[in-house]
């Protein structure tokens, strides 16, 4: 058997002693004769898989009392619905931050359910950095901020926390989530995918302030309201037990690998290899500002363009998957999340260097 480096950007490489895990359990989960697919949600196996999933979760990004932890589906694009018809009904209106495709997605989807303002917009700058916050136009009555906090298509990233007073923030963290240690009380909820940096497509998690909950549209579907959701221990409908007890084993991976602050040096140094490497040459090109660079996807240009379809086919041929950049950028992109290791960077950067020679 031999696993390629994949550098998608999600559904994405997941660590292989998890997949190991998996693959020895599938059959026959502790001894109770089934795989955690055919359990019931209700029994009690399921529920102690559930309930250490979000133990683990608490436990590695600090999540404090007050918060609720949701299982949910639906995806972050889901989320741009779900979350103003769950939080917008609090004053009618809400601030968005736009940085990049998703969060411009997330802003035109929130239209539906109140009134949007953009308190702050890159596009002008095609995306390449995070506008400052002194920049930014809040309107200290909306009802939240909304920001993305890695923008997985354009490759920047919050390296700072917004200040919103006390209006809440909100971020769609699918890219960024558990990369990196992050203060969760200075947000008013966090939602994001699981596929990118947590497990399989399928499971949105949801961290959201107690207090935020109670004001839902009354459009909202039962199964999308946090409230309801949060009584009922993310169980009002079947959840995506599978993809639970994968993000489960995870996490537990994500543990013993040190915890947010090890996996932030370890996502630094990777993220370091490639980034030295692009500005050290004039035939790559990464159009972020340093300042603003995304740690998990890393956009770059060849020098031409007509080049790339050979880039790609020679990464291929040394096992490097996935590195065609998003149809909207064009390029390359080397997403490399938490489970991407330091030796698949090295390996892509060693092919870039070779294929520079080449063609340079
Ligand atoms: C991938 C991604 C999404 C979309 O996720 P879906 O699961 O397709 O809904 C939204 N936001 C960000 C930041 C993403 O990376």
Redesign the pocket.
């Known amino acids: 058997m031999t696993r390629v480096f994949n550098f998608s ?2 559904p994405a490489t997941l660590p292989e002693p998890v997949l190991r895990q998996a693959a020895a359990e599938m059959l026959d989960w502790h001894g109770t004769g089934m795989s955690v697919m055919e359990m019931s949600h209700r029994g009690k196996e399921f529920i102690s898989i559930h309930a250490e999933a979000e133990a683990d979760l608490r436990e590695l990004m600090g999540i404090p009392a007050n918060y609720k932890v949701l299982f949910m589906q ?7 619905a779900i979350v103003p018809m769950n939080l917008i009904g609090r004053g009618g209106k809400a601030d968005y931050v736009v940085t ?1 495709d ?2 411009k ?2 802003q035109k989807e929130a239209k539906t359910f109140g009134t949007v303002n953009v308190a702050a917009s890159g596009e002008a700058g095609k995306f390449t950095s995070i506008p400052k916050q002194s920049e930014w136009k809040l309107d200290p009555e909306a009802a939240y901020v909304h920001i ?6 354009g490759g920047v990233q919050f390296h700072w926390t917004p200040e919103t007073g006390n209006v809440p923030l909100v971020a ?5 989530i558990l990369s990196r240690p992050i203060d969760v009380s200075k947000y008013g909820l966090i939602y ?2 699981a ?2 940096n947590m497990g399989p ?1 399928g499971l ?1 998690i949801v961290i959201v302030r107690e207090d935020l909950m109670g004001h839902a549209l009354p459009i909202t579907p039962s199964a999308f309201n946090y409230q309801l959701q949060a009584e009922n221990d993310s169980m009002f409908n079947t959840p995506p037990t599978y993809a639970i007890y994968i993000v489960g084993l995870v996490l537990k991976h994500f543990k013993a690998m040190g915890g947010m602050a090890a996996i932030e040096a370890h996502n630094k140094a990777k993220a370091k290899v490639l980034y030295d490497y692009l500005d050290a040459s004039s035939f790559y090109k990464n159009p972020v500002n340093p300042a603003d660079r995304s740690l998990m ?1 890393v956009p770059f240009k060849l020098k031409d363009d007509a080049l790339d379809e050979a880039f790609l086919k020679g990464a291929q041929a040394k096992g490097m998957i996935q590195l065609k950049g998003h149809r909207s950028v064009g390029g390359m992109r080397a997403s490399i999340y938490n489970a991407m290791s330091i030796e698949g960077v090295q390996a892509l950067v060693a092919y870039m260097k070779e294929f520079e020679a080449k063609n340079g």
């Open positions: 950007p999600g639906g995806g972050a694009i889901g989320e741009n990049g998703w969060s997605k997330s993305c906090s890695n923008e997985t298509i769609d963290m699918s890219s960024d994001a995918g596929q990118k497509s949105t996807n």
